[in-house]
C-alpha cells in the first residue's frame, strides 16, 4: 500500500486550515487495509468541514469496515489552494485515513447531498487521475459510484459516475461488494468492466446509466430504456424496514478540527409524511420509521461518554414529531454521566409540535440555537405547499421559546413557490414582525433572524412540474422583503443568492445532456459552487449557450402533465398520477393530512414495497390532525393559477 | 487546586490549530471524569488556562496548561471524578493513563502535578522558549556560517506578517542561543532559544536570515522558561525516568 502522507505534508505548511487532511479522527480506521479485500472510497464532494459529519457516509464506512472481505477509507474535496499545490506537485487525490492514493480503491463513492457540488465531483475524478468520463475510463480503474438524495435524479451526472445508488444504502453497501468482490479476484481483465457493470445494474437500487439508451424528440425527452432485457426499466429505490436493526454510527467520527455539526448526532427517525409538497427529501424517504426510544437513549449516554461531547442532536427531517419527543429530552439531560451539562440541538423544529413542555425541557440544559421553518407568509401559501402550521400556531411556538428563555430564533422562509403573489412576500414581514413583539415582552433583546431562499422545484415531488422563478423575479422578492423589514433593527434578513437558485435549478432537474454543461463549468475553474466566492452565474449561462441548451427550457417553463421527465425511470415509491395529484390539489389549495395519523391515501411509498410506518404513538404531537386540527378541505374559492411565464409581478 | 499538565504534540497532529487543541483537551477532559471547573455567564465553558499558544504545523515536546480544579474533589492527592467516572477516584498517574487513552494519537500528557493556585499564569510567566527545527534545502556549512554572523551582529533583520503588511524588524536582542546541531534528512538542524516577550519570535522568522529562498522543515518547541528568582526554569520538569515518544 502506497502512502501519499510524505509528500504532502511539505505542502500542508502553505494551505488554510491543513488539520484537514490529517485524518486521525477517533473512531477512524487506520488499521484496516487489507490486500485481498475489495476497497471503497467513500468521497464527499465538499471540504471535510461539511462532509465529516454526514451521517450517511459514516454508517457506509462502519458497515463495510466490519466486513472482513471490505474495507472503506475516506475523502474530501481539498479546498482550491490545496489543489493547486497537489497539481503543482503531481499528487492526485488521497484518502485522509492512511492517505492512499483514490486510484488504488475499487471504488470511489460519492456522496451527493446538493446539486451544485456536481462540478467538485468530476474535479475530484480528475484529480484521481481518472477521465472524468465514464466511458472513457479503462477496465482497472476504480469504479465510480454515487448515492444520496440527489441521486434520485441521476441523469445530469450520467456521463461521469458509472452506477447510482437510489434509497438507504444499509443493506445495497453489501450487495454491491460482493458483486465487485468477485470483479476484483478475476484481476479486473480488458472487457471485464461492462460485465461487472451489467451485474450491478441488476442489483434492486442500482442505477447503471450506461446500460439505458436516451432517445430525445428536439429538446424533448422521449425515453430512457434498458439495453438488456434483464436490466430493470424502472429502479426502485431501496428503504430499510426498521431503524432498530441498525444502531448506527456506533463509533461516530470525532474531528480534530471544528466542523458543522461539530457535535454527537443521533438519528431519531427517517422519513416524513408531513406532505411538504416543496419538500424532496419528505417524498424520497417515505415511510416514517423512527428508532426505539430505549435505543435512542443508549445511543445517546454510550456515544456522549466516549466522545466527550457535551452536545447531541437528535436528528430527523421534523424532531418535534417523534413520538414523545418531550421524555427523550428529558432523559437525556437526566443522564448521570453529563453533569446536566449536555445541549440538546433539535433542528428542523415543527412549529406545531414545539411546545413550552419541549420548550422547557431543552432549556434546562444550555440553550441551542432554535430554527423554526413557516416556509410561508401567508396561509394561503402554506395550504398551496401543503405546510399546514397556521400563524397562531407560529406564535406558540415563539412565545414558547421567549417564555423559556431564549432571546432569538431563526425563521426560514422560501420565496419564488407556485403561483405565489406579491402579498404573500409581503406576509413574512408581517409574521415576523409580530414573532419580535413577542419575544419583547419577554426580553428586551428579542431578534429573529429570517433566512429566505429561492425555491428550486425538485424531482420526485408534486412540485416538480412548476417552472422556477428567475433570477430577477427571485431577486425583486428579496429585495421588496428587504425594504419592508430593513428599519426594523431585531429583524436580520439574510438571503440564498437567486444565481446560485439558477444553477441549482439547471442541475435539479436537468436530463443527461446537462453533464456538457456541468463539464464546461468544471473544465473553466467553476469548483465549490455552493461557495459564493466561487459561484458565478454567469459562467453557467455561457455554458448552456455552448452546450447548445435553453435555460428556459429546463429551468423556467412549467411542465406538461404528459411530458416525460428524465427521472422517471427511478422510482421512490411515489406514484406519479398520485404526485401529479397533489400538484393540483395545490394549486386548488386543498391542504392534505400526513397519513403516520390519518388513513392511508395510497401514495405508493409504503405499498409499493410492502412497508409501514414505524411509528410508535399513534396521536400527532400537540392533537389535531396535523397538530392543529385545521379543516383541511376549505381550499381557496377559486382554484388559483400558475404566475404567466411571461410576465414578471406576480399575479 | 489545578491540574497542570505538560504534553506533547508530535507527528500528524502538528497541524491541528491552537484553538481546536484546546476542543480537543476538553473533550478528552470530560471524558476521564475531571472535575473541571466553569466560566460564569450565559454559556459556561471550561477554564482551561494554556502557555504560550503553538503555532499551527509546529510540533512540541513542551507544552503546558492549567485546569483549575474544584477543590472538594482533591482528596488526598488524589482526584475524585465526577461525570462518566462518577464513583472513581484516581491517583495521578492513573489520571495521566487515562488521559492518554483519551486523546488522540500525536498528543501525550507526560508528566502532571496537583499543586495549590499560586502564582502568575502561564502565559504570564514565560520568557522564552527553545526550538529544535530543520531547514528544507538547506546547506549545513552556510547556516553555521550564518549563524556565527548573526551572533556577532546586533542586528538581525527578520520580516514578519502583520495582517496586511511586512514588517521589517531587528530580532537580535531575542536570540537568546542559536547554534547548529547537525542534519535530518530535510537539511541543517538548528536549535534556538528565542524571547517570548515582548513578542514571541518563531523560528520560521530565522529560516530567512538563516538560509534565505529554503523552506521550515518541522519545527518542534522542546522547551518553555520561565524565571524565578533569576534562575531559568521549566514550569514541569521532566522525571528522568520518562522520556518523550518520538512519534514523527
Not at chain 1, 502553505?14 to 479522527?25: D, H, L, N, S, W
Not at chain 1, 448506527?248 to 448526532?265: A, C, G, I
Request: proline letters at 6%; one cysteine or more.
Amino acid at each position: 500500500m502506497t502512502s501519499l502522507w510524505p509528500r504532502l505534508e511539505p505542502l500542508l505548511p502553505r494551505v488554510e486550515k491543513p488539520a484537514r487532511y490529517i485524518g486521525c479522527e477517533d473512531g477512524a480506521r487506520t488499521d484496516i487495509y487489507k490486500p485481498e479485500a475489495t476497497s471503497w472510497l467513500l468521497t464527499y464532494p465538499d471540504t471535510y468541514e461539511i462532509g465529516l459529519p454526514n451521517q450517511g457516509l459514516q454508517i457506509l464506512y462502519e458497515l463495510l469496515n466490519e466486513r472482513p472481505d471490505a474495507f472503506a477509507e475516506r475523502s474530501y474535496a481539498p479546498w482550491t489552494d490545496l489543489e493547486a499545490e497537489m497539481r503543482r506537485a503531481r499528487l492526485p487525490l488521497f484518502s485522509v485515513d492512511t492517505h492512499r492514493p483514490a486510484a488504488e480503491f475499487d471504488i470511489i463513492a460519492f456522496n451527493l447531498s446538493a446539486e451544485l457540488v456536481y462540478t467538485n465531483v468530476l474535479n475530484c475524478i480528475d484529480l484521481a487521475g481518472l477521465r472524468v468520463r465514464a466511458s472513457e475510463r479503462d477496465d482497472s480503474d476504480p469504479l465510480v459510484g454515487a448515492g444520496g438524495h440527489c441521486a434520485y435524479n441521476p441523469e445530469p451526472l450520467a456521463d461521469f459516475v458509472d452506477f447510482f445508488v437510489m434509497g438507504d444504502g444499509e443493506e445495497v453497501i453489501s450487495e454491491i461488494t460482493d458483486i465487485v468482490g468477485a470483479w476484483r479476484v478475476t484481476g479486473k481483465p480488458s472487457g471485464s468492466r461492462d460485465t461487472v457493470l451489467h451485474a450491478l445494474a441488476r442489483i434492486d437500487g442500482v442505477y447503471v446509466p450506461s446500460m439505458y439508451n436516451v432517445v430525445y424528440d428536439g429538446p424533448k425527452l422521449v425515453s430512457v430504456e434498458p439495453r438488456h432485457s434483464d436490466v430493470p426499466p424502472i429502479i426502485q429505490k431501496r428503504t430499510v424496514a426498521d431503524l432498530a436493526d441498525w444502531p448506527y454510527p456506533r463509533n461516530q467520527l470525532v474531528p480534530l478540527t471544528e466542523v458543522v455539526h461539530d457535535r454527537l448526532n443521533v438519528e431519531v427517525f427517517r422519513g416524513c409524511t408531513r406532505g411538504c409538497r416543496f419538500c424532496q427529501a419528505g417524498m424520497i424517504t417515505r415511510p416514517v420509521r423512527e428508532r426505539p426510544a430505549s435505543q435512542i437513549r443508549e445511543m445517546v449516554s454510550k456515544g456522549l461518554e466516549r466522545t466527550g461531547y457535551d452536545e447531541v442532536s437528535l436528528t430527523s427531517l421534523s424532531t418535534a414529531d417523534f413520538s414523545d419527543i418531550e421524555k427523550v429530552v428529558s432523559d437525556t439531560i437526566d443522564e448521570p454521566g453529563t453533569c446536566g451539562r449536555v445541549s440538546i440541538a433539535l433542528p428542523s423544529l415543527r412549529v406545531d409540535a414545539f411546545t413550552v413542555g419541549v420548550a422547557a425541557q431543552v432549556s434546562r440544559a444550555r440553550r441551542t440555537g432554535l430554527t423554526f421553518a413557516p416556509e410561508a407568509g401567508s396561509w394561503r401559501m402554506r395550504q398551496i405547499i401543503n405546510k399546514l402550521i397556521t400563524e397562531d400556531d407560529l406564535y406558540g411556538a415563539v412565545r414558547s421559546a421567549y417564555s423559556q428563555g431564549w432571546h432569538r430564533m431563526k425563521l426560514y422562509f422560501l420565496t419564488g413557490l407556485p403561483s405565489e403573489m406579491d402579498d404573500d412576500t409581503l406576509g413574512i414581514a408581517e409574521l415576523v414582525q409580530n414573532c419580535v413583539e413577542i419575544g419583547q415582552e419577554y426580553t428586551k433583546k428579542a431578534s429573529v433572524t429570517v433566512s429566505l431562499g429561492g425555491f428550486v422545484p425538485k424531482p420526485h415531488t408534486p412540485f416538480q412540474w412548476f417552472g422556477q422563478n428567475e433570477p430577477e423575479e427571485l431577486q425583486r422578492k428579496v429585495d421588496l422583503l428587504r425594504s419592508k423589514v430593513r428599519r426594523n433593527k431585531r429583524i436580520q434578513l439574510k438571503w440564498h443568492s437567486p444565481g446560485a437558485s439558477t444553477a441549482e435549478g439547471i442541475t435539479s432537474r436537468g436530463d443527461r445532456r446537462i453533464g456538457r454543461a456541468i463539464e464546461y463549468v468544471w473544465r473553466r475553474g467553476g469548483v465549490f459552487q455552493e461557495w459564493s466566492e466561487h459561484f458565478d452565474l454567469a459562467l453557467w449561462q455561457e455554458a448552456m449557450n455552448a452546450s447548445g441548451l435553453s435555460l428556459e427550457w429546463y429551468v423556467h417553463r412549467h411542465r406538461e402533465e404528459d411530458e416525460v421527465l428524465p427521472w422517471d425511470h427511478i422510482h421512490a415509491g411515489l406514484h406519479k398520477d398520485f404526485l401529479w395529484q397533489d400538484w393540483q390539489d395545490a394549486l386548488a389549495g386543498y391542504g392534505l393530512e400526513d397519513c403516520r395519523w390519518t388513513p392511508c391515501y395510497d401514495c405508493g411509498a409504503c405499498t409499493e414495497y410492502g412497508i409501514e410506518h414505524v411509528v410508535a404513538s399513534p396521536a400527532p404531537p400537540n392533537g389535531g390532525s396535523q397538530g392543529t386540527g385545521q379543516d383541511l378541505a376549505t381550499g381557496h374559492l377559486v382554484p388559483v393559477e400558475l404566475r404567466p411565464r411571461a410576465g414578471i409581478g406576480g399575479t | 487546586m489545578r491540574l497542570r499538565l505538560r504534553f506533547s504534540k508530535i507527528g500528524k497532529v502538528r497541524f491541528v490549530g491552537h484553538r481546536d487543541v484546546a476542543r480537543i483537551i476538553e473533550r478528552g477532559l470530560r471524558r476521564c471524569g475531571v472535575p473541571v471547573t466553569y466560566s460564569e455567564g450565559f454559556s459556561p465553558r471550561v477554564r482551561l488556562s494554556f502557555g504560550l499558544a503553538l503555532p499551527t504545523c509546529y510540533e512540541s515536546e513542551a507544552e503546558y496548561l492549567d485546569i483549575p480544579l474544584d477543590p472538594e474533589s482533591v482528596v488526598d492527592g488524589d482526584v475524585v471524578c465526577t461525570g462518566w467516572r462518577e464513583g472513581t477516584t484516581n491517583s495521578i498517574e492513573q489520571l495521566r493513563t487515562a488521559l492518554n487513552e483519551a486523546l488522540p494519537t500525536g498528543f501525550e500528557v507526560v508528566t502532571l502535578v496537583i499543586e495549590p493556585k499560586v502564582g502568575p499564569s502561564l502565559q504570564e510567566s514565560i520568557i522564552s522558549c527553545t526550538w529544535r527545527f530543520d531547514i528544507r534545502g538547506g546547506n549545513l556549512e552556510l547556516v553555521q556560517r550564518a549563524i556565527v554572523a548573526a551572533l556577532e551582529s546586533s542586528t538581525v533583520e527578520a520580516d514578519r506578517k502583520k495582517k496586511n503588511e511586512i514588517l521589517r524588524e531587528n530580532i537580535r536582542d531575542g536570540i537568546y542561543d542559536l547554534r547548529a546541531d547537525g542534519t535530518s534528512e530535510l537539511g541543517p538542524i538548528v536549535v534556538a532559544e528565542l524571547s517570548a516577550k515582548p513578542r514571541v519570535i518563531r523560528p520560521s522568522e530565522l529560516v530567512e536570515v538563516l538560509a534565505p529562498g529554503s523552506e521550515l522543515g518541522v519545527a518542534r518547541r522542546t522547551h518553555q522558561w520561565i524565571e524565578r528568582e533569576g534562575a531559568r526554569y521549566e514550569p514541569l520538569a521532566l522525571n528522568n525516568s520518562r522520556t518523550i515518544k518520538d512519534l514523527a
